[in-house]
């Protein structure tokens, strides 16, 4: 079965340093991967999604992820975290539904991102 | 543009009560999804239509009833809802099978 996991609940960084969000995914067939966040009482910001090509995808807001198939993974990294980017952030996995006529999200838990000042 | 707009975006109703969640979009998309996503919690998927039609309905109660009037509209009617279904709804939207791009949301408090 399809399934997505986020090993981190919670991280907390200071502001200016890195941060890497960790995702894993479990599907049988090339994913469509992406990552959405999410502030508090807020619909989805799509972040960077994965179709195919080359396997570092850049985003909207400096953020960047790169699929790695020996892994199943589809980690998220910023160089330089802001205070703004504190937020939740959910990695997904789309699976294909009946002929394609429309794809299906599967959400890992979520991360929730703190940043210090 | 990518925006899907959803109307109220906060929604206090009574058990009794009869309401309509609206969800809107002008991207030319033709498939819509209702979600509900409770505190702390990633979206679950509620409903899916593709081309106007359902699709997929993930098992959920009857006291929600879905309805796309046409390819830019969804609406989510409620129905004697428990206090339990208080959350926040989501609806997106994408291409068939594309990248879904989902709405700001409506808090729904039933009391």
């Known amino acids: 079965a399809q399934s997505v996991t986020q090993p981190d609940i919670h991280i907390t960084v200071s502001e200016g340093a890195s941060l890497e969000l960790r995702c894993n995914y479990s599907?049988?067939?090339?994913?469509?991967l992406f990552w959405y966040v999410q502030s508090p009482g807020q619909g989805l910001q799509l972040l960077l999604k994965?179709?195919?090509?080359?396997?570092l995808v850049q985003g909207i807001k400096g953020f960047e992820a790169e699929f790695k198939r020996s892994q199943s993974s589809f980690n998220l990294r910023k160089p330089s975290v802001h205070w703004s980017d504190a937020a939740e952030y959910f990695c997904?996995?789309?699976?294909?539904?009946?002929?394609?006529?429309?794809?299906?999200?599967?959400f890992g838990k979520g991360t929730k991102l703190s940043v210090k000042p | 543009d990518t925006e899907v707009t959803q109307t109220p975006k906060h929604l206090v109703m009574g058990m009794t009560n009869k309401k309509s969640l609206k969800c809107e979009q002008h991207?030319?998309?033709?498939?819509m999804y209702w979600y509900k996503q409770k505190a702390k919690k990633p979206p679950e998927l509620m409903f899916v239509?593709?081309?106007?039609?359902?699709?997929i309905n993930e098992s959920v109660p009857s006291r929600f009833s879905p309805e796309c009037p046409n390819s830019s509209l969804l609406n989510l009617h409620l129905h004697a809802l428990q206090p339990e279904d208080s959350a926040l709804y989501l609806c997106?939207?994408?291409?068939?099978?594309?990248?879904?791009?989902f709405g700001p949301g409506t808090r729904l408090t039933v009391l």
């Open positions: 599907y049988g067939a090339t994913p469509y």
């Open positions: 991207m030319g998309h033709r498939a």
């Open positions: 239509y593709s081309y106007e039609k359902l699709s």
């Open positions: 997106a939207s994408s291409q068939p099978a594309g990248t879904q791009y």
């Open positions: 997904a996995v789309g699976i294909m539904n009946y002929g394609g006529s429309q794809g299906n999200l599967i």
């Open positions: 994965y179709f195919s090509g080359d396997t």
